[in-house]
T-cell receptor, first 117, second 117 residues
């Protein structure tokens, strides 16, 4: 079974600065997807960014970017120019690729990020 | 607007009672999921369904049951056999398709908070 590990239970950053959240995963699969989801105090899960394992280029979405290291099974999230609205729980997630696979999504335990004014 | 509706938002249950959480989606997604979230923890998979009339157990299926009679609906029943049902429950759905930017991403409902009295 795939496992996802987030080793930083809590982090904080000053507004406008940059912060990096860590994620590692364990799998024997070659094709898969990786995700970062954000859960603000409202508890609504919001997709931040998505990466396909076969793509070498790191995904970016505005102020959010990832550092995907397939060999090291590492998938970190970088938030640039942090804003107060970025305060939330951040979850790293893994899903196998392919219609025939059981495409369940597995989540890490989360990192609570606080952006300080 | 397309989305996922979970109801009720808050639910209280006496010990020994079964309760059913509703999840409805109008996104025309094939796959649907139920996750449980405990305070300060990540999401744990209870059940998922990739097509109508088919579903698979996740990591913590004991004490829960589901049905998938319609594509739009995936209700979760928390039975009296579930020893510690107090938690936040999240339903999600996923489109199955090619590797476009929108495919294979989970869309979540707003969640249901179950408290056992």
């Amino acid at each position: 079974a795939q496992t996802v590990t987030q080793s930083q239970p809590e982090m904080s950053v000053q507004e406008a600065e940059t912060v990096t959240l860590s994620c590692t995963y364990d799998t024997s699969e070659n094709n898969y997807y990786l995700f970062w989801y954000k859960q603000p105090p409202s508890r609504q899960m919001i997709l931040v960014i998505r990466q396909e394992a076969y793509k070498q280029q790191n995904a970016t979405e505005n102020r959010f970017s990832v550092n995907f290291q397939k060999a090291a099974k590492s998938f970190s999230l970088k938030i640039s120019d942090s804003q107060l609205g970025d305060t939330a729980m951040y979850f790293c997630a893994f899903m196998k690729h392919g219609i025939r696979n059981n495409n369940d999504m597995r989540f890490g335990a989360g990192t609570r990020l606080t952006v300080k004014p | 607007d397309g989305g996922i509706t979970q109801s009720p938002k808050y639910l209280f249950r006496k010990e020994g009672q079964n309760v059913t959480l509703s999840c409805e989606q109008n996104l025309n997604h094939d796959a649907m999921y139920w996750y449980r979230q405990d305070p300060g923890q990540g999401l744990r998979l209870i059940y998922y369904s990739q097509i109508v009339n088919d579903f698979q157990k996740g990591d913590i299926a004991e004490g829960y049951s589901v049905s998938r009679e319609k594509k739009e609906s995936f209700p979760l029943t928390v039975t009296s056999a579930q020893k510690n049902p107090t938690a936040f429950y999240l339903c999600a759905s996923r489109s199955r398709g090619s590797s476009s930017s929108g495919a294979n991403v989970l869309t979540f409902g707003a969640g249901s908070r179950l408290t056992v009295l």
